[in-house]
């Protein structure tokens, strides 16, 4: 079966600190998306990754095909960042892909 | 700016009732999304439309069914709201379909939080 795995389920932090938030999943895959969900609902993509590592702003995430993990990094957190990282995995299969979502990290930046 | 509209954010509906939900986009996407979203569970695929008219049933289509007779519309329908059908409810759409190797990425609704009682 498809697996994705996010740790941790919960993390609160002090601003300012560096952040990280790890994905793993089961086996060999498309690509592998990171999504942001502020409370009320809405979910907004931040990175697809199908290897390497890709900024933006004071997000990076990275990819190790080989490990079959991904972590998603918040630079200088902010009160701001608190939401739900959700991670989401395109699992090759033979009749084509499946998205598979991780359950989420709840981020809590306190001031 | 790319937009995903839902028709109601919050909804309260009885035991047995016919529930619809819809969910609109102006992107001029072929694939639209529902997916249910609970706590420890993440988000799961209901059904989803590749085109007008077509349609694919996705990890938990039981006691759900879908409607596309738009491009732009895609609705989904209790067809006997149950108690355990009590959830955040996202629709999404995007250019290509998970299965293509041209997959980018989905664009989300607000959400609706649906509860029977």
């Known amino acids: 079966k498809n697996e994705v795995e996010q740790s941790p389920q919960n993390l609160t932090a002090q601003e300012g600190e560096f952040i990280t938030i790890n994905c793993s999943y089961s086996?060999?895959?498309?690509?592998l998306h990171w999504l942001q969900q502020h409370p009320g609902g809405g979910i907004v993509s931040l990175f697809m990754?199908?290897?390497g590592k890709k900024k933006h702003g004071r997000l990076i995430a990275t990819i190790n095909i080989q490990e079959k993990h991904s972590s998603l990094h918040i630079t200088a957190s902010h009160p701001r960042d608190s939401a739900v990282y959700i991670c989401a995995v395109l699992f090759r299969e033979t009749s084509g892909s499946r998205l598979t979502f991780g359950e989420g990290t709840q981020l809590t930046v306190n001031p | 700016d790319v937009k995903v509209t839902q028709s109601s954010r919050y909804l309260v509906k009885r035991t047995g009732e016919k529930v619809f939900l819809e969910c609109v986009q102006d992107m001029d996407h072929e694939n639209m999304f529902w997916y249910r979203q609970d706590p420890g569970l993440g988000l799961r695929l209901i059904y989803f439309s590749y085109d007008v008219k077509m349609k694919e049933k996705g990890d938990i289509p039981e006691g759900y069914s879908v409607s596309r007779e738009k491009k732009e519309r895609f609705s989904l329908i209790l067809e006997s709201a149950s108690t355990n059908q009590t959830s955040m409810y996202l629709c999404a759409s995007s250019l290509y379909p998970p299965r293509l190797a041209g997959y980018n990425e989905q664009f989300f609704g607000p959400g609706t939080r649906l509860t029977v009682l």
């Open positions: 086996v060999g895959i498309s690509a």
């Open positions: 990754l199908s290897s």
